[in-house]
Nanobody
Framework: QVQLVESGGGSVQAGGPLRLSCAASGYNARYMHLAWFRQAPGKEREGVAVISPGGLPTYYADSVKGRFTISRDKDKNTVYLQMYSLKPEDTAMYFC???????????????????WGQGTQVTVSS
């Protein structure tokens, strides 16, 4: 069993930075892909970024490439999402997810991940 707890959300002005953290408990988490998803009101949950068990490769949604960076600390069993140049359209609830991605399956499919955190709200004002 894997449990995920996000932190670091908050309110920020457009153009500012924010870093999200997700602490994973459970030995198996270190062997899983860890991902960040987000969901804005009235919209579907979308994949933001994913990182492999060994740290590479990483993948990003086109909308955040060049602005967000995902990383993981294996010793702390924690995944981070460093966000720069935030835009109002980045406003959403951000969720951490863990799982093993089958070959040929898109990482941005929420159903791939069986373990989810409760989410942390990010609000970007213009």
């Amino acid at each position: 069993q894997v449990q995920l707890v996000e932190s670091g959300g908050g309110s920020v002005q457009a153009g500012g930075p924010l870093r999200l953290s997700c602490a994973a408990s459970g030995y198996n988490a270190r062997y899983m892909h860890l991902a960040w998803f987000r969901q804005a009101p009235g919209k579907e949950r979308e994949g933001v970024a994913v990182i492999s068990p060994g740290g590479l490769p990483t993948y990003y949604a086109d909308s955040v490439k060049g602005r967000f960076t995902i990383s993981r600390d294996k010793d702390k069993n924690t995944v981070y999402l460093q966000m720069y140049s935030l835009k109002p359209e980045d406003t959403a609830m951000y969720f951490c997810a863990a799982g093993r991605i089958p070959y040929g399956v898109s990482w941005s499919t929420p159903g791939v991940f069986p373990y989810w955190g409760q989410g942390t709200q990010v609000t970007v004002s213009s």
